[in-house]
């Protein structure tokens, strides 16, 4: 395994990239708010609380939502992984990245540890994932140069050679079970005795809920991804909250 270069900084994702990329979504929202003011003002009784109601929501949650994502991606510590050291106290050693579609971990993570080698493989297939969010995030940030692509039951890295497999804010992508298996037992593979994944993601649970609303489906429940890291014979090593509403997993294999 080849030592990967920093690369140019770039700035991550936050607020106004998330619209860019969810632009359709937001753009429903704001219809849906506007047309349901509008109707009230034409139609009686009932049918007009009905549409303000609709209108109120809607522009609810367009609010909590933007401010959410402010919140979690242009103000908190998630971009500048201080976090990271209290999951991997000895650093990230020998490390694969791991995304799908979207990386905006690599380069904060190589420059952190410059001595660490690093590899990035890159999961992103056009006709599994076929949301427009992730198109349009390609378009704007493509693959860092030296990014690998690869699939969840083929990771490019050989077995027992890694410390740690990270995937941040990338494994939820993956729609189908059973590529979510695959990537866990390939992870487990790969990774040296005592070895560590460390999974960071969004939840499916009360608080990106009350954040995303009905989005918040696009997430996995915590228990998903411990049945996921159970089956794969890995066992939760540590966890940490990160601006409320994402979860950080560090799941380790076992020991020689």
Do not use: K
Request: glycine share 6%; net charge positive; aromatic share 6%.
């Amino acid at each position: 395994m080849n030592a990967r270069p920093a690369g140019p900084a770039r700035r991550p994702s936050g607020v106004r990239e998330v619209i860019r990329y969810n632009w359709p979504m937001y753009a429903a929202g704001a219809v849906t708010a506007a047309t349901g003011w509008a109707l009230a003002r034409h139609l009686p009784g009932r049918p007009a609380a009905l549409a303000r109601a609709a209108s109120a929501g809607a522009a609810a949650l367009l609010t909590t939502s933007t401010l959410a994502t402010w919140h979690v991606y242009d103000r908190s510590e998630l971009h500048s992984y201080d976090w990271l050291s209290e999951l991997l106290p000895d650093g990230p050693g020998d490390h694969l990245v791991v995304c799908t579609g979207l990386d905006e971990a690599s380069r904060p993570v190589a420059a952190r540890y410059p001595t660490a080698r690093q590899l990035v493989a890159d999961l992103y297939d056009p006709a599994l994932t076929t949301e427009g969010s992730i198109r349009r995030a390609r378009r704007h940030a493509p693959p860092a140069p030296g990014t690998v692509s690869a699939r969840p039951d083929a990771l490019p890295a050989a077995t027992g050679s890694l410390d740690t497999v990270l995937t941040v804010l990338a494994a939820h992508e993956l729609r189908r079970p059973a590529d979510r298996t695959a990537l866990f037992t390939e992870a487990v593979r790969t990774l040296r005795p005592g070895g560590t994944l460390l999974l960071v993601e969004h939840l499916r649970d009360l608080a990106n809920t009350a954040a995303y609303g009905p989005g918040a489906w696009h997430f996995q429940p915590r228990a998903t991804w411990l049945r996921h890291a159970a089956e794969a014979g890995l066992h939760p090593a540590a966890e940490r909250r990160i601006a409320t509403l994402i979860t950080a997993f560090a799941f380790r294999s076992p020991a020689a």
